[in-house]
């Protein structure tokens, strides 16, 4: 167990909905990663969060957001869902200063 | 642009004998590498790490070389056990930047 929890674990909705994804970081981690990974592809960095602010932007697309909030825990917004979304999305989380990252059980998406 | 590249998809050892997985990077700013163990259902495990001023680091049964003229890193596996059989992730950083590029991984099977 990493300590990092993701919710839900899966998730089924339609094209054009809008879902949330929901990622608390291990005691004491005050940074906060988003990854997607799609079928048999590598993890795909999204966007890093460090003390409540935007550190680090991957390729997330602008239908994406996220935030972190004061109680460090996280939310990836993904909006105008596409079949081509489905995929894993992973949160990690780390102190912010090292570089190892401790990662989530992941949130599996399926978009119909 | 795959600025991180397993060109092995799957690998297949005897128990007991060397696991080598290969990764190579195309990006000369990176200085921090990782890798990852990943089984199926759960999220990433942090492994090991390099930084660039060195060429190894041990831990345990787990050695990671890099050669950075050949831009090339590797993890060696000895012995490698059944237990180990896994999806490995090696990943780059550029220290600063936080933001982690991943290879697409290597499926290493340990046979009994």
């Known amino acids: 167990d990493s300590g990092v929890t993701q919710t839900p674990k899966h998730l089924i909705t339609a094209t054009g909905q809008r879902v949330t994804l929901r990622c608390s970081p291990r005691?004491?981690?005050?940074?906060v990663y988003w990854y997607q990974q799609s079928l048999d592809q590598g993890l795909q960095f999204l966007i890093q969060?460090?003390?409540?602010?935007?550190?680090a932007k991957g390729n997330i697309l602008e239908r994406f957001s996220a935030q972190q909030f004061p109680d460090l825990h996280s939310e990836l917004n993904l909006s105008s869902l596409e079949l081509g979304d489905s995929a894993l999305y992973f949160c990690?989380?780390?102190?912010?200063?090292?570089?190892?990252?401790?990662f989530g059980p992941g949130t599996r998406l399926t978009v119909l | 642009d795959q600025q991180v590249k397993q060109n092995s998809p799957s690998l297949s050892v005897q128990e007991g004998r060397i696991s080598i997985l290969n990764c190579d990077y195309t990006?000369?700013?990176?200085?921090?590498f990782l890798w990852y163990k990943k089984y199926p259902a759960e999220g990433p495990t942090f492994l090991i790490s390099?930084?660039?001023?060195?060429d190894k680091n041990e831990d345990g049964r787990f050695t990671v070389f890099l050669n950075k003229s050949a831009k090339h890193l590797s993890l060696h596996i000895v012995p490698s056990q059944p237990g180990d059989s896994a999806v490995y992730f090696c990943?780059?950083?550029?220290?600063?930047?936080?933001?982690?590029?991943f290879g697409t991984g290597t499926r290493l099977k340990v046979l009994a």
């Open positions: 990690a989380s780390s102190t912010g200063t090292l570089h190892e990252q401790f």
């Open positions: 005691s004491g981690d005050l940074s």
């Open positions: 969060y460090y003390n409540g602010e935007e550190r």
């Open positions: 990006n000369s700013m990176f200085d921090y």
């Open positions: 390099i930084s660039s001023i060195k």
């Open positions: 990943a780059a950083d550029t220290s600063g930047t936080y933001k982690y590029i």
